[in-house]
Every structure is written in C-alpha cells, then in structure tokens.
C-alpha cells in the first residue's frame, strides 16, 4: 500500500517565476492538505481539498492556489515566487475530516 | 485560535535513558493531539495521537504520551532512549471544530549521546 507520494522531491526557481507541486494521497482518502515548513520551524497549514473543494484555508495569500482532481490527487500553485517562499511543502491525506492525517515526503523548493 | 508550545527547542540525553518532551495546546473545543517526528530532510511520522478516551496513549518505537486537560499538556515520554531516536519532534493540535487543520509547535531538536 503506497503511502502520500509528492513531486518533485527538489525544485530550484527564480523571484517572479511560478511553481506547481503535486501530490498523491494515500490509498483509500479522499482529503488533501497542504504545509510549508520554513527552516527551524513547525509546519504551517496553507489550505484543505475535500471533493474538488477547498474547504479551509490558512493565513497564505492569494498567490496560493490549489486544485483536487477527481482521483483526490492534488496540486499547490505558488504564483510570483518570492525568496521568503523558500521550504519544505508537505502534502497529508487522511478520510474524511475526523481521520488522522499521513505526511508525505515534501517537496524542497528554493527560490534564488 | 488553536496553539501549540514547545517550550525546549534542545534536547539532549545520554542513550537508555528516559526521555521526556514537553507539549502545552491551547484550543477551544475538544482537542485531537498528536506527536510526530522527522528525521533530516523526511517528511513526518506519526508517533501518537489522542482523540478520546484513555488518557494514556501508546505509540510506536516505545513511545507514549499523556493528555491532561486540566494542564491543556501531551507530554511525550519514552523509558529508555535509542541512538536512532534522534530527530526533531513535532507536537500538534486539531479537531473537528477546526475542520482537522493541523496547528504545529515549533519543535524539540532531540540529541541522543552515545
């Protein structure tokens, strides 16, 4: 049983560029969240996907999007990249909204 | 607002001995608790967790923690402490009163001496 796989595990990009992450949940859940680890810190909650919805954002701004697709895989969109963009984006799926969530390995993005 | 402090940023124990890491929660319904650990560039493991009833949880790798409501606390203890158990350690806090979001302490950087 696969767990939540994420893609890319590295990325390097540059100030104003766009970036799309991407994220398979573990089998059998059907809702996605999406975190940004700065160094040092703990993760931070950028937005929830339930059915093709976002049910639920954090304090990230609107350069932040995100998508669900029908098989509950899911995408992270930065737009006009900033340096201070740069962390650890980790993906977590769980079933349903009273579940357990279950990381993925995250994708390292740097931003020069 | 839901909150999680982890007052000790460092850690370190001798290996077999006991290990006990220290989490305070703020949250305004019934808390679900959980402890992870990552090791240098990995994701996140769950340890344990806490939705409801006993108060004492099990974990995996030797691990517990116990919820106590009256001191808004999940601290995670381990009798005796491995090598390999050297990583950093996340405390968190959700709950269907906040659609199971996840809110993180900063973490407790766990050195173990051989």
């Known amino acids: 049983d696969a767990g939540v796989t994420q893609s890319p595990t590295h990325l390097i990009k540059t100030r104003g560029q766009q970036v799309t992450l991407r994220c398979s949940p573990k089998s059998g859940h059907d809702t996605v969240s999406w975190y940004q680890q700065a160094l040092g810190q703990g993760p931070q909650f950028i937005f929830q996907y339930y059915e093709e919805e976002e049910r639920q954002r954090g304090n990230f701004p609107d350069r932040f999007s995100g998508h669900q697709f029908p098989n509950y895989s899911s995408e992270l969109n930065v737009n006009a990249l900033l340096l201070g963009d740069s962390a650890l984006y980790l993906c977590a799926s769980m079933r349903g909204a009273r579940e357990t969530q279950y990381f993925g390995p995250g994708t390292r993005l740097l931003v020069l | 607002a839901q909150s999680v402090t982890q007052p000790d940023i460092h850690i370190t124990v001798s290996e077999g001995a006991s290990l006990e890491l220290r989490c305070n929660y703020s949250?305004?319904?019934?808390?679900?608790l959980f402890w992870y650990v990552q090791s240098p560039g990995q994701g996140l493991q769950l340890l344990l967790k806490?939705?409801?009833?006993?108060?004492l949880v099990q974990g995996i790798k030797g691990f517990e923690a116990e919820f106590k409501r009256s001191q808004s606390s999940f601290n995670l203890r381990k009798p005796s402490v491995h090598w390999s158990d050297a990583a950093e350690y996340f405390c968190a806090v959700g709950g269907t009163g906040g659609g199971n979001k996840l809110t993180f302490g900063t973490g407790t950087q766990l050195k173990v001496e051989l």
């Open positions: 806490y939705f409801s009833g006993d108060t």
């Open positions: 949250y305004g319904a019934t808390p679900y």
